[in-house]
Nanobody, 116 residues
Framework: QVQLVESGGGLVQPGGSLRLSCAAS????????MGWYRQPPGKERELVAT???????TYADSVKGRFTISRDNAENTVFLQMASLKPEDTAVYFC??????????WGQGTQVTVSS
């Protein structure tokens, strides 16, 4: 099994930045991609960004140019650098890991609130 522990959420003003971290442990070899979903208040969970073991990244159109996903393979950690944050980025952000096309683990979620 894979365990994911997130950190880095909080309150930030519009236009500000935050960095989320997600540390993986357990059956690391089963992972071929990691990334982030988010769930805004009253809405469904949506995919934000993904990075594969090979370093290929994909982003939701709503965050392209503002968010950057990266990874530290030595620490089994994935980061989401968020810049130019908007109120509509307010959500609970969930880290996930994937084996093939199947999500095999979720983090506990971290709250990001963008408000003045």
């Amino acid at each position: 099994q894979v365990q994911l522990v997130e950190s880095g959420g909080g309150l930030v003003q519009p236009g500000g930045s935050l960095r989320l971290s997600c540390a993986a442990s357990g059956s690391i070899s089963s992972i071929n991609a990691m990334g982030w979903y988010r769930q805004p208040p009253g809405k469904e969970r949506e995919l934000v960004a993904t990075i594969t073991n090979g370093g290929t990244t994909t982003y939701a159109d709503s965050v392209k140019g503002r968010f950057t996903i990266s990874r530290d393979n030595a620490e089994n950690t994935v980061f989401l650098q968020m810049a130019s944050l908007k109120p509509e980025d307010t959500a609970v952000y969930f880290c996930y890991s994937r084996r093939g096309s199947v999500i095999n683990s979720w983090g506990q979620g971290t709250q990001v609130t963008v408000s003045s």
